[in-house]
T-cell receptor
Framework: AQKITQTQPGMFVQEKEAVTLDCTYD???????LFWYKQPSSGEMIFLIY??????QNATEGRYSLNFQKARKSANLVISASQLGDSAMYFC???????????FGTGTLLAVQP | NAGVMQNPRHLVRRRGQEARLRCSPMKGHSHVYWYRQLPEEGLKFMVY????????ESGMPKERFSAEFPKEGPSILRIQQVVRGDSAAYFC?????????????FGQGTRLTVV
């Protein structure tokens, strides 16, 4: 069975600092995709970044980068130069398995402090 | 290209009534997911549908809940005889393909309140 684990219920970071949000996963499939979504207080789900299981390089999208360590089954999100608008809930997700369904972790609430 | 459209945005039902939640996927998307989010919690997978076909319903409660995605029209999540514990935000997401590298695009959610 597939599983996504986010062990940090909440995180604080100072504005302009970098922050790492942890995500570990469990799957026996060789092919899978890893995603990060942001959910601000308004409630919508915003796609941030994607990493494929066969990708050799870590994904980057602007201030977001994904620290993919396949052997450790971790896919941590790094946000550089945090901004107040980054305060939100962040969800790690994985797509794979027999039906390629998309499953989510429990999320990390990030608070950026001025 | 309109995004994923969910309606209603807010729905209030009395205990025992039926709730119908609608989801129109993005144009060209043939795959739909439904998730439930309880307050202060993550998104729980409920069901994964392709047009006229249920791909994975392993997250659906055994009773009172059903979902469909007909050939024409939106996907519908139906909750019969609602109870207070059904109060949650229900999100729909769509994707064009079932490949592992395809992200899902989310609607704004329907907030169901059972009184």
């Amino acid at each position: 069975a597939q599983k996504i684990t986010q062990t940090q219920p909440g995180m604080f970071v100072q504005e302009k600092e970098a922050v790492t949000l942890d995500c570990t996963y469990d799957t026996s499939d060789p092919s899978y995709g890893l995603f990060w979504y942001k959910q601000p207080s308004s409630g919508e789900m915003i796609f941030l970044i994607y990493q494929g299981s066969y990708d050799q390089q870590n994904a980057t999208e602007g201030r977001y980068s994904l620290n993919f360590q396949k052997a450790r089954k971790s896919a941590n999100l790094v946000i550089s130069a945090s901004q107040l608008g980054d305060s939100a809930m962040y969800f790690c997700a994985m797509r794979g398995g027999a039906t390629n369904k998309l499953i989510f972790g429990t999320g990390t609430l990030l608070a950026v402090q001025p | 290209n309109a995004g994923v459209m969910q309606n209603p945005r807010h729905l209030v039902r009395r205990r025992g009534q039926e709730a119908r939640l609608r989801c129109s996927p993005m144009k060209g998307h043939s795959h739909v997911y439904w998730y439930r989010q309880l307050p202060e919690e993550g998104l729980k997978f409920m069901v994964y549908l392709q047009k006229e076909n249920i791909i994975d319903e392993s997250g659906m409660p055994k009773e009172r809940f059903s979902a469909e995605f007909p050939k024409e029209g939106p996907s519908i999540l139906r909750i019969q005889q609602v109870v207070r514990g059904d109060s949650a935000a229900y999100f729909c997401a769509s994707s064009p393909l079932t490949e592992t590298n395809t992200e899902a695009f989310f609607g704004q959610g329907t907030r169901l309140t059972v009184v």
